[in-house]
Structures are given as structure tokens and as C-alpha cells.
């Protein structure tokens, strides 16, 4: 290390490691955790969403999870927030969708 | 008894090899005499010789630094130092009790080893650990809150 | 490929690693284990998160919840309701009369602190030179180095207002002046771990909590005054303080933040730790000079009333918490540092609060707040609502202080009058 400007380079990189703990976080996907949510797949919904997450790069999404949601009859249910719009949530999902969600 | 001479060599050789890496540091005394102490278990005036002569300074000198600090021992020592801390917090939390207790269960008094060689009972200054006080250590284990014989028997029993 | 989307910060302070926060990890280890979510989670050991008398505690990222007195029998529940389900387990978190407090920055402990030295204690993985430096650490060295002159960071510290943390809240600036003006082939700096006051674990949380933070600001130190070698000296009572800051600096020497030409700007520095033997008086300044010269720390007079020497060389002593503050006031700006506190006494002081105390622990908390505040608010009160009667402020040459001084300032000016 000899520059600010490498300094600079090994700080995002482990800013990226730390983003769970606060940052610069655009989107934030909340996946319903309950038990119907589980039933009906939604460790694999999040499991996805994490692996399609890393695959892209996204470093300023997000994913993180909440209990039952009250809309058992579309479970998995996931509430994608992003900053500054209003929250969006998506029922029925499953590892396809995520996929097609994504880009 | 060859034996023992033959140990009580090779723990030489070994301090030789230290002061040899380490007498070129600047001031290295304080150091080479932590080690000493690792290597021996405590450091008698055989060993304070020793190194005097290794390091080319008098003997009075490390006799001097080995009486000033409270870390240094020279008379042999336990397998484990047991440091009741009785620092402020500690002791009006009760670690004059704590040390009742533990002279008691180890049937030693202060600055004293078990007969059997595993503990030494030696009091030292705040470890700031205050919260937990009143609080004892052995080697790098603290043990805070100990107000009850049970709870001492207990750890020491993890100590062999 | 990174798929963690659970930080799980377990404080392993010495208080929460006594109290059993090292089986808890473990156990944490095995039940991630059982449950197949290895991957999903980051299982990070920091320093002193504060609330000692919590112990255990921990945070989990990213919602931030905090949870006290977690048993290793607690696990199991944590991770298959707040890990698998995302369910918070309420009975581990604080209660405020009755309602659960789920989030960390919500906890009374914490929210009249402000935390300048102690900012990324309890936040940060203390042994990962990564993590400091995505909190921004070694930038303000970084920027000293390659922008400003040796004066100019001498002057930025007389303008931040930063006085000695040790106690007796002399103006760092005048330390460093002294042994910048002073011509000397070489100079030293020593920073002072021999923390001995009854109660104080201050020193040993932050060198435990945060070891980059205190070699960053002895680095920019030593170059405001042309020192090229540093000296950590730690007591021989703190084993943890001593291998983390030793860890720190092997770090620091391998990616080239310490050595030779840091920054590429010519400056050099090096630095190594000497281990107390256990002595109080070597927290004295000359007392603790000839501990490191490997002699009797006997205290001996000074030549110059302010000027210290070692091996004959121009030395500053500076306190650890003194040289916590040091790069912050340079990422943040020495305007910044000064509109806390008093007028005198400026910035924030780091606290260890022990004794019949409910929250005892380590805090943070802007110079000049009351002492009523600190133990109330702060604090807790006392345990069982007892009557508070006295606390002692300070070492040994500190003084006790009664009901009638609860509304004293915590500053140098205000509890050196009230001390009788």
C-alpha cells in the first residue's frame, strides 16, 4: 500500500464485507419467515435471492427476513424496499421468479 | 539426580538461546527476565547470575529489577499462579472473603504453593475487570462474581 | 461469493469472555451447524461493547438487536426463531418496564453516550485490519503523511483542544511541541498502558477493542514531532491488550502502513510493546521511561518540567485513550472535536463504571455532563434504588465525591474544584 487511492480500493472491498452492519444499503428485500412461509418455501426463496445477489455484484441490496405476514394463502411472501418509493410486495414466489426479479 | 542435571541444563541451554536473540533489543532485561521466569517457574539467584554474565551487567542490577517488580518470583512457584485481584473494586466488593475462601480451599496462605505443586496463591493489582468484581485470574482466565466455595471448587477442578 | 446476510457480533471484552461469551460462540458454531445456515451467518468476536454487568451480550446485523445475559442454553433458540424465522427473541432483550427493547441504539445504557475513542469498540472485529479500515481507519494518517507538514498537525491538535486522557488534562499540543522544537537524531514516543487506577479498565477495553485505532493515531503522533519508534507499554496484567496490539502491528508492518516510506512520503516509523512487571508507579512518566530501559521504575526528576527523555532522546508519553482520539479529530476536523464538551475541557471521556451500580461497564460521554447524569442516566442508578451516598472519581489522586456534587461536571476544571 503506498496511496490514498489504494487505501481507498482495500476500504471499499471491506466496506462490502461489513454492509450488514449499516452503509450504503439501496434495496432491502424482507422475506417472510414464518411457518407457512417456510412450508411453502421461502428458505429457498432467500437462499436464491442471496446467491443471485452475489452472482451480480449487487453490493447495495440487502436481504434480510421477518416473521409471518398475515398473507398465508400467497406464501412465500417478500417485501422488496427500496429507498424513497413506496414498499412492494410480491406473493407466490419461488426461485424462478427471483431469478427474472433480478437485473 | 543425573537426570535432574541434565534438565536443569537443557532449561539453561534454552535460556542461553534467548538471551543470545534477544540481548541485541534495546534494554532487553526486563524481557529476557519474563522469559527466565517461563523457563524456570521462578528465578533464583543461580539464574539471576546467569544472566548477568550472559549480558555482561552485575548480578546487583537484575537483582535490583527482580525485586522492584511484583511479577517476578524468587521462590518456585505453583503449575498455576492463582491472582486474586485487590485492586479498590474488588476489595470493597469482597475480595479479602475471596481470598479467605481460597486460602482456605487450597489450604495455603498468601504467596504460599499447594504442597502438591499446582497452585500458588498470589494477590495482584486491578486486572480491570471491575465490573466483574470481585474477581481472580489464572494464567489468561478471568473469574468474576465469586462470592460461594461451590463455584471455587469448581474451577479449580478444571485446573490439573 | 458471499451469501451472509446475518452479522452476529458477539463481545468477547473481558468482562463478557469471563461471563462465558467464548462458549457461547462455539455453541453458536454447532448449531449453525445443524441448522445447514454456516454460510448465512458471520460470527464476529469485538471488544467491549460497554454494558459489562449485561454479560454475555451481543448484536445481531442487520436489524441491530441487542441481547444481555445470553447462556450457551439460549442458542439453540436464537438461531432456529431469529436466525431461521426471523423472529427476535424478546425474553433475551432489555426491558423497559416490561416492553421488550429490541434494537441497540434504543438501549438507555447507550443513548446519552457518544462514542469518539470508543467508536468502533464492540462494533468491530478487533483483529481484522480489513474492518478498521472500512470504518475509514488509516485515511487520516494516510492524508497527514501526504498533505500536511509536521507543524500543521501539531497546531490542528492545539485547535481541536485535546487534552492528556491519563488525568492531568495537560494540552497534548505542548507535549508534541516541545519535542518537535527540540533537535535530537531520534526520537521517541511512548504510549502509556500501564493503566492502574482502581475501577479503570478504560486503556485495556480500547486496546483490546480497537488496537489499529491506537497505532494510527501514535503514528501520526510520532510524525508531528519526528519521532521514528514507538513503544506500547502494556501491563503484564492485560495478556489479551498485549496480543492484539502486537497482531495490530504485524498486520500494519505486512501490508506496509508501518516501516519504511508509509505512503510514500519518507516517513519511517516502527514500533514495538514492552510488558509492565507490575508496579503502580510506572504509569508515572519517568517511572514507566526506566521500566522500559529495563531498569527499576523508580520515578526520577525531569531536567525540563515537561520535556521526558528515554535513552537520553527526546520522549512524549501519551495516554492510550489520548492517542484514541487522535485520528478522528483528523477524519472529522478538529472544529468538529471542540464543539463538544466545555469550554476548557473539550471532546468526550471515556468512563468505566463499577461498583453498586446497575449498568456497570465502559462508557463514552462529551466532557462537562454531570456527574447525576453519568450515574443515573447512564448508569442506571443504583442497584435496588438505594441511596446513592459517594463515588470516587478517578485513581488514587483522585478524590470522593458526596450527594452534594452529583450536578459537577465530568471535566478537568469542574471536578478538580469539587474535589475536596
Redesign the interface.
Known sequence: MKTLADLKKIREKAQEDMKLRGGNVRIKIVVGMGTSGIAMGAREVMKTFLEEIAARNLTDVLVTQTGEKGLSSMEPVVDLIEEGKPKVTYGNMNPDKVKKSGG | MAAVTQEQNRLYERLAEVIEEKKDL??????I??IAQEIFGYLPIEVQEFIAEKMNIPAS?IY??VT?????SMKPRGKYTL?VCT???C???GAPRLIQMLSEELGVGMGETTQDGRFTLSA??????????P?F?IG?????RIDAKDKIKEILSRYE | MSLKRIDLLICCG??C???GSLKIKERFHEVLAEHNITSEVNIIETGCMGP??YGPVMVIYPEGIFYKKVTVDDVAEIVSEHFVKGRPVSRLMLHDEEKAIAAQKDVPFYQKQVKVALENCGYIDPESLDEYIATGGYEALGTVLTEMKPQDVIDLIKESGLRGRGGGGFPTHIKWQMVHDNKADEKYIICNGD???????M???LLEGDPHRILEGMMIAAYAMGATNGFFYIR?????AIKRIKMAIEQAKEVGLMGKDIFGSGFCFDAEV???????VCGEEMALIH????????PTPKLHILLCRS?GKPTVVNNVETIGNIPTIFRKGAEWFSSMGTEKSKGTKVF????DIKN??LVEVPMGITLRELIFDVGGGMIGNHKFKAV?LGGPSGGCLTVDHLDTGVDYESSKNAVP
Open positions: 534495546r534494554n532487553p532485561l526486563i524481557e527476565l519474563r542490577k535490583g529489577v522492584f517488580y511484583n511479577f517476578f491472582n485492586g479498590t473494586a476489595f470493597v466488593k495482584v493489582r486491578c486486572v480491570g475487570a471491575c465490573s466483574l468484581a474477581v485470574v489468561e482466565d478471568t473469574f468474576g | 473481558s468482562g469472555v469471563s461471563a459489562c454487568d493503566e492502574g487506577d482502581p475501577g479503570a479498565f486503556d485495556r477495553s503484564a496484567e492485560y495478556p489479551l514492552r510488558t509492565g512487571a507490575g508496579a503502580f521500566s522500559i530501559e529495563g531498569m527499576r521504575g523508580n535513552w468505566a463504571l463499577t461498583g456497570t461497564g470516587q
